[in-house]
């Protein structure tokens, strides 16, 4: 094997990537499997768990305590999560932004597969999800649960246009919604029984809230702020949106749906994803300087006082023991939380990890990871398992006995080994896909990581726009987490045979159409921009 992969590396460049082609579709060739669709036996509805799930907005892997405790924000009822439950070390996005992530942990599929190949969505965007689209919702809806949307959309929906032909590129402006008709292609076509929520971040217009596809209040105004820590772009805003109030508006709306559907047999999932910590850092005045760092820090009290709310609303509703609770974030820590100034005064964001939000550096897209759930998960429980948020499909279709088709979930592993303790000699995942804001890739597998791209990728320096800061750095980067977690030692040069296996399962994983088991499938439309093969050869 030594030999063989020395004598490739020496192979010129056109060679190389001919090479490299064809053992991928040898491999293609060889993995391919039909996964049936085989129907199980019906689960007792009344003895599943409930499930919700908190996604919070740009919180970092070092924000919450039991995971830094040295850090200077404590996150006391977040933490209660990791003494009932299980913390995992090893957790990740699949993109290190907004809309990516969402698409991944709804669908249990990387969100490059989909159209969108790089950056988000706007508020005015058109949905990105089709309603053919399985996701965690229409599978547990499937097996008798309610389930319920409440927060943070950011995935587009289609809005009623006063004129129709005045949209580009999938979206168009605020002004050019009519506001008195119903909204189309929302949560509530995606598997939600109920939705309640706002389009995309708290900084992007319209500034309303959509319920089961109506618009609550008809905006009568405009509204455009712009200060140190509170920024949003101009548009209509409603009467009913207060952007101070919507963080708790969605905790206060989660809470209440919580006590009434603990009351009914049937099991519920609630999908929980917050505005915040993201831009505007909104504190209310309860919580401003009590953390005695900056807004950010008093932002990350009020959403651990929120978390420990809810908590105790599952324990008196009488529910807490067959309540499964996740608490994570859609990606490492944003600059708007004036990292440089949280890390002068002891607090570390994204604790040790290079880059921050939108990078494919650890700190764009190791987030924290934590889930109680007392009748199945042991108290204080760590799991240094490499996982993904995709991984949330697998998981609840199992817990639901709910069998996926070849295409559903395509890049989706179950984490029931591991909430169960399950002793097993492999890793659950084979390999886990990164992706940047700039479309930027990188594949982990085990404690190598290979990143397809010099620089950051996103937006911490030296990035794709950083020209003079690039020049001179190789094409691809090659990192040993194990010993070096903040990625500063670049093997690219050293350990070509790691270089080339990582390079040719990412191309597996790309052509394929999915990362586990299965038939091959077919990945959404192909953009220019988006490279499929030519970076083999780089």
Known sequence: MNNYYQSKIKMNKKNYIYTALIATFLVIGMSCK????????????????????????????????????????????????????MRFTDAHTSSSVCTPTRYGLLTGRYNWRSKLKSGVVSG???????NSRTTIASVLKDKGYNTAFIGKWHLGWDWALKDATKVTKGRHNSDNIDFTKEVKNTPNDLGF???????????????????????????DTVTVKK???????????????????????????????????????????????????????????????????????????????????????VEAAGVNDNTIIIFTSDNGCSPSAKIKELIKEGHYPNSIYRGHKAD??????????????????????????????????????????????????????SLMPIFKNTTFSSPLRE???????????????????????????????????????LKGLPEVQLYNLSNDPAETINLQASEPEKLLELKLLLSK????????????????????????IDFIGK
């Open 360 to 413: 494919i550096y650890e700190g764009g897209h190791r987030v924290p990871f934590l889930v109680r759930w007392p009748k199945e998960i042991k108290k204080g429980s760590v799991s240094d398992e490499t996982i993904c948020l995709t991984d949330l499909m697998a998981t609840f279709a199992e817990i639901a006995s709910y069998d996926l088709k070849a295409n559903e979930g395509e890049d989706s592993y």
């Open 509 to 532: 994983y790309i052509t394929e159409g999915r990362s586990t088991p299965g038939a091959i499938q077919e990945n959404d439309a192909i953009s220019g921009k988006w490279r499929q």
């Open 34 to 85: 039909v996964q049936e669709n085989k129907k199980s036996s019906p689960p007792d509805v009344n003895s599943l768990p409930n499930i919700i799930v908190i996604l919070a907005d740009d919180l970092g892997y070092g924000d919450i305590s039991s995971y830094h405790e040295s850090n200077k924000i404590k996150t006391p009822n977040i933490d209660r999560l990791a003494l009932d439950g």
């Open 124 to 130: 005015t965007s058109k949905a990105l999800i089709p």
């Open 227 to 313: 200060e140190k820590y509170i920024k949003w772009r101009k548009g209509p805003i409603s009467k009913d949106f207060v952007h101070e109030d919507v963080t708790p508006n969605f905790f206060r709306r989660g809470m209440q749906y919580i006590t009434a559907y603990s009351k009914k047999s049937d099991p519920f999932l609630l999908y929980l994803p917050l505005p915040s910590p993201h831009n505007p850092i909104l504190p209310t005045k309860e919580w401003e300087g009590k953390s005695g760092l900056n807004p950010y820090g008093d932002f990350m009290l009020m959403i651990d006082d929120y978390v420990g709310q809810l908590l105790n609303t």
């Open 193 to 219: 029984d109920y939705s309640y929520g706002h389009c995309g971040s708290l900084d992007m217009a319209p500034y309303v809230y959509v319920e089961n596809g109506k618009i609550t209040e008809i905006p």
């Open 431 to 469: 390999a886990t896909v990164h992706h940047s804001i700039h479309g930027n890739f990188a594949i982990r597998k085990g404690d190598w990581k290979l990143i397809m791209c010099p620089g950051s990728g996103g937006w911490s320096l030296p990035g794709p726009k950083d020209k003079e800061g």
